[in-house]
C-alpha cells in the first residue's frame, strides 16, 4: 500500500457546540459540511461500543482543499463513552497544528480565555523560545500548537 496523504483526524465530542466555538470560532477552522448521518450507514455499527441512533458530522479545516481534515461526531440525545487521555496513554493523544508564531498564538488564546496545558514557562526551551503548546478542547483532549520544522 501506498498511502498518499492523511484525510481527516475525527474525534467524538460531548457537546458540538461547545467544539465548534472552539475549534471555528476560537482557533478560526472554517466548517466545510454539517450534516447528520445514520451510524448504522455502510456496517459501521461493529466500530461502536454500543447502539446509537443518530450521527452528527462536521468537517472543519484551516483552508478549502487543505488535509487533513479534522471531523468532529456527536451523538445528539446519547451521552459519548470514555475520557480523554494524556501523552503516556495508548492511542491517539493530541492533535498537532503548525504555526508560525507559537508565543503568538499563546497570547491571543489566552486572552480569547482558553487555558494553556501548563504554565507557559514550562514551554519555553533553555534559549527562551516558545515553539510548542498545547491547550485543550471542550472535551479535555489534548491540542498542540508547534512551528512545523520543531517536531512533536
Known amino acids: 500500500m501506498e498511502a498518499t496523504c492523511v484525510t481527516h483526524i ?9 467544539s465548534l466555538a472552539f475549534y471555528r470560532d476560537i482557533l ?3 466548517v466545510l459540511g454539517d450534516r447528520m448521518t445514520d451510524p448504522t450507514e455502510s456496517g459501521r455499527s461493529h466500530n461502536y461500543r454500543r447502539v446509537r441512533q443518530a450521527r452528527r458530522w462536521v468537517s472543519l479545516s484551516f483552508g478549502e482543499g487543505s488535509t487533513p481534515t479534522l471531523t468532529l461526531t456527536c451523538h445528539p440525545g446519547d451521552e ?8 503516556d496513554e495508548v492511542g491517539i493523544s493530541h492533535l498537532s497544528f503548525g504555526v508560525q508564531d507559537v508565543k503568538g498564538l499563546a497570547e491571543e488564546l489566552r486572552a480569547k ?3 494553556l496545558a501548563g504554565p507557559l514557562e514550562s514551554f519555553t526551551n533553555a534559549q527562551g523560545e516558545i515553539r510548542s503548546i498545547y491547550v485543550q478542547d471542550p472535551d479535555g483532549i489534548l491540542v498542540q500548537f508547534n512551528t512545523p520544522d520543531s517536531g512533536g
Open 10 to 18: 475525527g474525534i467524538c465530542v460531548r457537546d458540538m457546540d461547545k
Open 28 to 30: 478560526g477552522m472554517k
Open 80 to 87: 459519548p463513552d470514555g475520557q480523554p487521555i494524556k501523552l
Open 113 to 115: 480565555g482558553v487555558e
